[in-house]
């Protein structure tokens, strides 16, 4: 049967809605995200408090994984986003009216927000889309996404970072998140039970996926928190340093669709395996780099750290994949909570650790964690494709299920439900 013109209509809407709000939050948290580890650096703050700041924003949004889908299920997706956008601007006005010391705990805040908003949205999409669109607009979701992200990193560089209400721009940016959502006339999508997955089992059947997961937020924690300090302590002006994030974001959204498709047709081991060899090797050429002081240095380095972008990030995308095929798409929400579990869980552990090696080192202890982080990573790979993998799909099949809020307790135990 046909739905309704009415009904289609309410739901474009509604992904309307919340794509315009979520790419206007972008945008705001990618300013916050770039200028704090930059301003610290330049305030010559010692990089492990600059990782402590870093890892406080992913361990607040660890804790809303926890906490917050029992509150959106009470009152709903278009209150709760309008009360984590609220709370994320506030806090951002907090950056420049308290010290930088004290800044780990607003990010924790924003953390806990940001948890809020990935949860609302990721849900809402899931909700309103047709079951075979949902895929093809979340990796458009995914481009739009990343190219507002590039776009912001770089408009920090050459215009924000000029202006010294910077931290206002972001604030009214959060602030701008809530009309596209709050003038919607469509219903946010209903919110039932959730088919659970433990992490016990992920790793019993898909364990190339748990550490696929954990590899990319260890990684991403570092190069999205840190590399923009690391621009600066080995010499970089402002612009170059965020030229340097920037490209790794851009190397990440080069690769980001063709390794998804490749992971549909080749072993996902493998393209795990040669993605983080490829990132070994551009850590070892950017050691070369800098040792000899080789020309156009600056060039070299956004060029190899976009390879290591395009190497690491869109792991997530073909470990999810792999995930999939072991365990079955019939608990798709569940087993992806379960994946972002473990991707925040890095993200909290990769800025710290990172700027510990840098603190001992020094600003080159940046890549030396890269690299020895992805060799461990590959040699693991190459064991586990040495063995035969367990049988997919240990459940059965099971009927489909209405997308629902995800459930992200390590346990697999539905927060807030029946």
């Not at 937020?217 to 340097?244: C, E, F, H, R, T």
């Not at 060799?375 to 049988?391: D, H, I, Q």
Request: hydrophobic share 55%; with cysteine.
């Amino acid at each position: 049967m046909t739905p309704p013109a009415e009904a289609r209509t309410s739901s474009v809407a509604a992904l309307g809605a919340i794509v315009s709000g979520a790419l206007i939050l972008q945008i705001a948290a990618t300013i916050v995200n770039t200028v704090i580890p930059l301003k610290m650096a330049l305030a010559q703050k010692a990089p492990l408090l600059i990782g402590l700041v870093g890892s406080a924003y992913s361990v607040g949004f660890l804790a809303g994984c926890f906490i917050i889908p029992a509150f959106i299920r009470r009152v709903g997706h278009i209150r709760a986003f309008a009360v984590f956008a609220a709370l994320q601007a506030v806090l951002t006005l907090s950056f420049g009216q308290t010290p930088i010391d004290i800044w780990g705990l607003s990010r924790l805040g924003m953390g806990f927000a940001g948890a809020g908003h990935a949860i609302c949205i990721e849900s809402w999409i899931s909700g309103q889309a047709k079951a075979g669109q949902r895929g093809r607009i979340f990796g458009l979701y995914q481009i739009i996404n990343r190219l507002a992200l590039i776009g912001s990193q770089i408009g920090v560089g050459y215009v924000a970072m000029q202006s010294s209400e910077i931290f206002l721009f972001a604030s009214a940016a959060f602030s701008l998140a809530l009309i596209p959502v709050g003038m919607t006339k469509a219903r946010g999508p209903e919110s039932g039970a959730v088919i659970s997955v433990r992490l016990n089992t992920i790793w019993q059947y898909a364990p190339a996926a748990v550490i696929g997961c954990l590899y990319v937020g260890l990684m991403g924690g570092a190069l999205s928190n840190v590399a923009p300090a690391y621009g600066i302590l080995i010499g970089l002006d402002q612009k170059w340093a965020i030229l340097l994030t920037a490209g790794i974001q851009i190397g990440a959204l080069v690769l980001q669709w063709p390794l998804g498709l490749l992971a549909d047709r080749v072993e996902s081991r493998k393209i795990m395996l040669s993605a983080t060899a490829s990132v070994v090797l551009c850590t070892l050429a950017l050691g070369v780099v800098l040792w000899f002081a080789l020309p156009h240095s600056r060039f070299w380095l956004f060029g190899l750290f976009a390879l290591i972008g395009a190497g690491s990030m869109p792991i997530y995308t073909v470990a999810v994949a792999h995930a999939y095929f072991r365990l079955g798409r019939e608990r798709a929400l569940g087993l992806s909570a379960q994946l972002l579990f473990l991707w925040a869980t890095g993200s909290a552990i990769g800025p710290l650790v990172s700027t510990a090696f840098m603190q001992v080192i020094g600003p080159q202890g940046m890549l030396i964690y890269l690299g020895l982080l992805s060799a461990a990573t590959g040699v693991y790979l190459a064991f586990r494709l040495r063995r035969n993998p367990p049988s997919a799909n240990p459940f059965g099949e099971r009927p489909a299920t209405a997308p629902t809020i995800p459930d992200v307790s390590p346990s697999g135990r539905s927060q807030g439900g029946k």
